[in-house]
């Protein structure tokens, strides 16, 4: 690949990462690469001397890089990931690839450097089986949406929120005193999931394997106290009349965030996720003042879902005992969630810090998007599951 840089064309290469020969020009990369918006507050994505963090808990994953022939300067990364995951149509369980941390120089840039990744990346998802193509961005990220849509033809999926709320020590968070929350076994979790999400847009077949994963911490179910449950048996056997429940995932240990700031701080973009350029979300002043000024991690909770009447308050107390929990850990300042925009259960989340996240998708494997209505069936309330290795 040719690109004009200045008076000069440099040839480009995109190719498999070597962790011996890139790990010190890719972290260079990342750090250079501000997540931030107008030049403000910015966090800065510490990957920890491991790039690969984000995709290797994926049986099949792999980052790319982009390589400037002669010169050996890494001026583009990518990372790819496949998952098995169903789709709430008759089709059932698809491959899908995954695109995640597409990163570009700032002087390489609007050079077609970024449309070479993706493509790499996408045929590499191809050779490996995906029928469909995954990704997500901020909506601000006016860019990565110009080239996902008009360049590489994706189509709007989905809208979720990143829901987002810092420790703050002294914070009161309190449980109402008509609700008990009991920690479910991993077999009673996946037995839950399974029964009442496994239909679901984009739902992880390999649900068991991301429970006993380690940075799993469990799994938890609200309910009011005047119900019981028999604890003994399978909860969906003998479940309250109303619960809700969610997975908590430990990020703290393994992947941590580096702040940098300038004076002319207003607001600031928290990477607390990346499935894409750069997402999560434009925290206020107040709010940001509460992060620490130096590494820290968060706390990921996912496998939201709820049932029966006052689910606010069934809701809003695992919120606050995931924040009680992550208060005690050492390096966790913050809860992170997601839920769509259009899942009834967002209108009973506490409120907090949030951003949309758009997600994008295309068929790929010799079976091209027809129209928009191809893709009608499976905009419907996107699971609440987001996959918490993608953190």
């Given at each position: 690949?040719?690109v004009?840089?200045g008076?000069?064309?440099?040839?480009?290469?995109?190719?498999?990462?070597?962790?011996?020969?890139?790990?010190?020009m890719?972290?260079k990369?990342?750090?250079?690469?501000?997540?931030?918006?107008?030049?403000?507050?910015?966090?800065?994505?510490?990957?920890?001397?491991?790039?690969?963090?984000?995709?290797?808990?994926?049986?099949l994953?792999?980052?790319?890089v982009?390589?400037?022939v002669?010169?050996?300067?890494?001026?583009?990364v990518?990372?790819?990931?496949?998952?098995?995951?169903?789709?709430?149509?008759e089709?059932g369980?698809?491959?899908?690839?995954?695109i995640?941390?597409?990163?570009v120089?700032?002087?390489?840039?609007?050079?077609?450097?970024?449309?070479?990744?993706?493509?790499?990346?996408?045929?590499w998802?191809?050779?490996?089986g995906?029928?469909?193509?995954?990704?997500?961005?901020?909506e601000?990220n006016i860019?990565?949406?110009n080239?996902?849509?008009?360049k590489?033809?994706?189509?709007?999926?989905?809208?979720?929120?990143?829901l987002?709320?810092?420790?703050?020590?002294?914070?009161k968070k309190?449980?109402?005193?008509?609700?008990k929350i009991?920690?479910?076994?991993?077999?009673?979790?996946?037995?839950?999931?399974?029964?009442?999400l496994?239909?679901?847009?984009?739902?992880?077949?390999?649900?068991?394997?991301?429970?006993?994963e380690?940075?799993?911490?469990?799994?938890?179910?609200?309910?009011?106290?005047?119900?019981?449950?028999?604890?003994?048996?399978?909860f969906?056997?003998s479940?309250?009349s109303?619960w809700?429940?969610?997975?908590?995932?430990?990020?703290?240990?393994?992947?941590?965030?580096?702040?940098r700031?300038?004076?002319?701080?207003?607001?600031?973009?928290?990477?607390?996720?990346?499935?894409?350029?750069?997402?999560?979300?434009?925290?206020?002043?107040?709010?940001?003042?509460?992060?620490p000024?130096?590494?820290?991690?968060?706390?990921f909770?996912?496998?939201?879902?709820?049932?029966?009447?006052?689910?606010?308050?069934?809701?809003?107390?695992?919120?606050?005992?995931a924040f009680?929990?992550?208060?005690?850990?050492?390096?966790?300042?913050a809860?992170?969630?997601?839920?769509?925009?259009?899942?009834?259960?967002?209108?009973?989340?506490p409120s907090t810090?949030?951003?949309?996240d758009?997600?994008?998708?295309?068929?790929?494997?010799?079976?091209a998007?027809?129209?928009?209505k191809?893709?009608?069936?499976?905009r419907?309330?996107?699971h609440?599951?987001?996959?918490?290795?993608d953190?």
């Open positions: 690949m040719d004009n840089h008076r000069m064309v440099k040839k480009v290469v995109v190719r498999e990462y070597d962790g011996c020969r890139d790990l010190e890719v972290e990369l990342e750090r250079n690469c501000e997540i931030g918006s107008r030049g403000g507050f910015s966090i800065i994505t510490n990957m920890m001397g491991d790039p690969l963090c984000r995709i290797r808990l994926y049986p994953h792999v980052m790319l982009a390589e400037l002669g010169v050996g300067e890494i001026v583009g990518v990372r790819g990931c496949m998952k098995c995951v169903g789709t709430g149509l089709a369980n698809v491959w899908i690839g995954c995640l941390g597409l990163r120089s700032s002087k390489h840039r609007r050079i077609g450097i970024g449309l070479k990744l993706t493509e790499s990346v996408e045929a998802a191809v050779q490996n995906a029928q469909h193509i995954l990704l997500a961005t901020d601000n860019a990565s949406i080239l996902f849509v008009l590489c033809h994706y189509m709007k999926l989905s809208s979720l929120a990143i987002v709320q810092p420790i703050d020590a002294h914070a309190t449980i109402s005193n008509g609700v009991e920690k479910l076994s991993i077999n009673q979790a996946v037995l839950i999931y399974k029964d009442r496994g239909d679901e847009k984009f739902f992880p077949a390999d649900i068991d394997a991301i429970l006993n380690q940075h799993s911490l469990g799994t938890w179910v609200s309910y009011f106290k005047e119900e019981e449950w028999n604890k003994d048996g399978e969906l056997s479940a309250p109303s809700a429940i969610v997975s908590m995932w430990k990020t703290y240990e393994s992947y941590k965030l580096q702040l700031c300038t004076p002319s701080v207003r607001c600031f973009y928290a990477t607390l996720k990346q499935i894409g350029h750069n997402v999560l979300p434009c925290l206020r002043l107040p709010l940001a003042c509460q992060l000024r130096r590494p820290f991690g968060f706390l909770l996912y496998g939201i879902h709820g049932e029966g009447e006052r689910l606010s308050d069934l809701l809003k107390s695992l919120w606050y005992f009680s929990s992550a208060r005690d850990v050492k390096d966790c300042k809860i992170v969630s997601e839920v769509n925009y259009s899942d009834p259960l967002f209108a009973h989340m810090s949030c951003i949309k758009l997600w994008f998708m295309k068929r790929v494997g010799g079976a998007m027809r129209d928009d191809d893709l009608d069936t499976m419907p309330r996107m609440n599951f987001v996959d918490p290795r953190f």
